[in-house]
């Protein structure tokens, strides 16, 4: 646990650093071409582009702009640890989607073989009438109401595309009618 902790931090860090070298090498010269923009339009002895950047891009050399540099390195710090964050919140809900649907699918042939009971329900299909060969809408109010059911009780595992008897039909036709 140790371990996992000290990884997680030592990547936080690395997102804080980098977002720290971001901020002062990317957002501040962005931040810079605007101001350079701003200032050519209202006023006609602006420099060059080039001569804008290259002018102020040296002063982060200079002790005195020391706090500017500070300022942008906090920025992209900020930045950096931000999309740190959401990443690791993508990369965690990712792993658990994966692992749920690995879980689904290793449960769903057991399910099947073990027949309906009251927490185990089968539906040939949403909203194709397999009887009448066409679209039925109102399999798909049963369909809801059987997700209700499950979620009034104690839940339950709803497999469509199976018929009562356990035998598996697919959703061929009900998928066709998208």
């Known amino acids: 646990m140790v371990r996992f902790a000290s990884n997680r931090l030592s ?3 690395a997102y804080l650093l980098l977002g720290a070298i971001v901020g002062v090498f990317v957002i501040h010269p962005l931040n810079l ?45 900020i930045v950096g640890v931000t999309f740190g964050l ?33 927490r185990v329900e089968f539906k040939s299909s949403v909203r194709w009438d397999i009887n009448e060969n066409r679209i039925n809408r109102s399999l798909e109010k049963v369909i ?15 497999v469509i595309g199976v018929d009562d008897s356990g035998t598996p039909l697919g959703l061929d036709n009900d998928l066709s009618t998208l």
Do not use: C
């Open 33 to 77: 071409i605007v101001v350079w923009w701003e200032l050519s339009r209202f006023s006609e002895t602006a420099p060059t582009f080039w001569e804008f950047m290259s002018g102020r891009l040296w002063l982060i050399l200079f002790p005195r702009h020391f706090d500017i540099v500070i300022a942008y390195a906090i920025m992209g710090a």
């Open 144 to 158: 809801a109401k059987t997700i209700a059911g499950f979620f009034n009780a104690q839940g339950g595992y709803l």
């Open 86 to 118: 959401f990443t690791r919140n993508y990369v965690n809900t990712a792993r658990a989607y994966k692992s749920l649907r690995e879980e689904q699918i290793a449960l769903i042939p057991d399910i099947i073989r073990q027949g309906e009971s009251a």
């Open 11 to 13: 990547l936080m860090t």
